[in-house]
């Protein structure tokens, strides 16, 4: 046990302390907003878009193009979550009404995977200049030099995409995706040394199949 805390713990010692707080505020407000939206609250995107803002700036500072780029589409998105969601709320302004996704939802969702897929594997072609700090001064070597994870990193950033996506569209179906992205990117944030994110995760996952349940028991009942 004392191994496993070492292990989490390690990556943290080369973190300055501003960074580890804002770490833990981004994933107390995402858990916050996971919750909000388990249960149809409009106030998901209010917490959701502070914690994306946080997350935009430390996954940059640590490397993970991947993610800052997700989680800046997730604030673009979440704002048009928000005014979709204030236009569709029901009586009391707060909650929304929530629905099956049709065929259709499914084919644009699979062409903005395969976008996204494509998107985030040219970002990390020029990852040596983005390291840089886009010195165009110094000789980048560029070129296909992909690993397991960056293809991780770019199928759950496609992944994650149709979640928000279908969420703003109040489709059920947007749980089956977060849960699937949840659980790959556990052990993923645990493998590149991000403990408290991946606890995050863990939590995610569970209130992602709550939110499953409870959103199924209401689209059921509007049917």
């Known amino acids: 046990m004392s191994e496993i805390l070492a ?7 080369t973190y300055e302390t501003f960074q580890i707080i804002l770490e833990s505020i981004a994933a107390f407000l995402g858990i916050a907003s996971v919750f909000f939206s388990m249960k149809r609250n409009i106030w998901v995107y209010p917490t959701g878009i502070v914690s994306t803002f946080l ?31 204030r236009k569709n709320t029901e009586e ?18 699979t062409g ?8 985030i594997l040219a ?20 070129g296909f030099f992909y690993t397991a994870v960056d293809y991780i ?8 995409l149709i979640g928000m996506w279908m969420m703003a569209k109040q489709k059920v179906d947007n749980w089956i995706f ?3 992205g949840d659980l790959i990117m556990i052990p993923l944030l645990l493998y590149k040394g991000y403990a408290i994110s991946s606890i995050q995760y863990l939590v995610f996952t569970i209130l992602a199949v709550k939110g499953l349940i409870e959103w199924k028991k209401n689209a059921r009942m509007s049917q």
């Open 7 to 13: 292990y989490l713990i390690e990556p943290y010692k």
């Open 55 to 85: 997350y935009i700036y430390l996954y940059f500072n640590w490397g993970l193009y991947g993610e800052s780029l997700i989680n800046f589409y997730y604030t673009i998105m979440s704002v048009y979550g928000w005014i979709l969601w």
């Open 92 to 109: 009391d302004h707060v909650h929304v009404q929530v629905y099956w996704a049709t065929q259709q939802d499914y084919l644009k969702a």
């Open 112 to 119: 903005l995977f395969v976008f996204t897929f494509l998107f």
């Open 123 to 142: 970002v990390y072609y020029y990852r040596p200049l983005i390291d840089s700090g886009f010195n165009f001064a110094l000789d980048h070597e560029l």
């Open 153 to 160: 990193d770019a199928s759950l950033t496609g992944i994650f």
């Open 178 to 180: 977060w849960i699937i």
